[in-house]
């Protein structure tokens, strides 16, 4: 499997991505917004994008479907439960379908409600193991939950999916927000060296070339993956003084979710 990921630019810092089959050279495009990017670079590797795969229904997402698709006759694949918010969907997707990219790349797709109600990850079980997770796991952050989406359910996909994976999964997140969220993480978890010393490490990385991290990383320096941590706790006990003395994770979550949304 090989995975290009395309830095777009933009005011909204998305990132786009080409998961392609060395043998054969066929590619899927995730959410390609910037479609001139995307199409470019399947040119320059002289790649063939066959299949266009949406992680859910927002137009930074969507916005270079009809491009991508009239310059390439490839296939549109999201939520199956996104039909009515994304035209032309080829193949609807549920939890536990496999995705075929020529003859080496096999993706599953996950059914990770949070963000939105019909948001799909990927999660590619080849050589190393790789999570797409559009915008339901940031770098160092969780989605937020404003438009179309529910927080309850994103600590669910969080807690029962995404913090089961193994912890050398490769993370390809939808957005580049890694430095302002590891600057919430030592907001809540002033202690936590490791994210102060990734901060040192990506504040002014070319995005381009931008930090992969992995879930093992993640589970050190995201705060939505923190939510035993004794600091943390007492942090949060500042701003909710009725958090019970040994609160339970659910409840963490979703106060860190809520102070994210004003923070
Ligand atoms: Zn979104
Ligand atoms: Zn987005």
Same mark, same amino acid.
């Given at each position: 499997?090989?995975?290009? %990921? #395309? ?6 810092? /998305? ?7 060395? &043998?054969?050279?066929? !590619? ?6 910037? @479609?001139? *990017? ?19 229904? @927002? ?5 270079? /479907?009809? %491009? ?8 549109? +694949? ?10 032309? #969907? ?62 309850? &359910?994103?600590?669910?996909?969080? !807690?029962? %999916? +995404?913090?089961?994976?193994?912890? =050398? ?5 939808? @957005?580049?927000?890694?430095?302002? $969220? +590891? ?8 202690? $936590? ?7 040192? &490490? ?16 993640? *589970? =050190? ?24 003395? !040994? ?7 979703? *106060? ?8």
């Amino acid at each position: 499997m090989i995975v290009e %990921q #395309i830095w777009t630019g933009n005011a909204y810092r /998305n990132f786009n991505y080409l998961i392609a089959c060395p &043998e054969t050279g066929e !590619a899927l495009a995730v959410d390609p917004l910037d @479609h001139e *990017k995307c199409l470019a670079a399947a040119g320059d590797k002289g790649w063939d994008i066959t299949q266009v795969l949406n992680t859910h229904e @927002h137009p930074d997402h969507t916005g270079g /479907n009809r %491009q991508v698709i009239a310059a390439t006759g490839a296939s549109l +694949l999201a939520h199956a439960g996104a039909r009515d918010r994304i035209a032309d #969907i080829d193949r609807g997707l549920s939890a536990g379908d496999v995705i075929r990219i020529g003859r080496h790349v096999e993706l599953e797709a996950l059914d990770t409600p949070g963000h939105t109600m019909s948001h799909v990850c990927l999660l590619a079980h080849t050589d190393e193991p790789a999570l797409f997770c559009g915008d339901t796991l940031f770098n160092a952050g969780a989605g937020n939950c404003h438009h179309g989406g529910h927080p309850p &359910e994103l600590y669910n996909t969080f !807690a029962t %999916q +995404l913090a089961r994976l193994p912890d =050398e999964t490769r993370v390809y997140p939808g @957005h580049d927000y890694i430095a302002n $969220n +590891l600057r919430f993480t030592l907001d809540r978890e002033p202690d $936590n060296a490791r994210a102060g010393e990734l901060l040192g &490490e990506v504040e002014g990385q070319d995005p381009n070339r931008a930090l992969v991290s992995t879930l093992g990383l993640e *589970k =050190e320096i995201n705060t939505f993956f923190r939510l035993h941590s004794p600091s943390l706790i007492a942090r949060l006990r500042e701003a909710f003084p009725d958090l019970p003395e !040994a609160p339970d994770e659910r409840t963490v979550f979703l *106060k860190l979710r809520e102070l994210r949304n004003s923070w």
